[in-house]
């Protein structure tokens, strides 16, 4: 970030409940409210703090936020797969 404070992206601070509400896999889309609480519990930045990003800093929030994710799901799959043989 431009202000030189590191964004770390911590899935563990949601409920799988709460990660799959914000992908819309309960059948209800999270509204920007809720989308935004939880970027600031995976990342603990305010909402004003998210809010005020540059506009480059922000695109690479969300490409580090989805990056996070893929790597969360490759390594369950590669988990589930050793445990499988």
């Given amino acids: 970030m431009s202000n030189s404070k590191k964004i770390t992206i911590d899935l563990s601070k ?30 603990g930045l305010t909402a004003g703090e998210i809010e005020e990003l540059p506009e480059t800093e922000w695109r690479a929030f969300r490409a580090e936020f989805q990056a996070v994710c893929l790597e969360t799901v490759e390594t369950q799959e590669k988990n589930s797969a050793s445990a499988s043989t």
């Fill in 14 to 43: 949601v409920t799988h409940r709460e990660y799959a509400h914000f992908w819309g896999a309960d059948d209800e889309q999270a509204t920007d409210e809720e989308k935004s609480l939880f970027f600031q519990k995976i990342c």
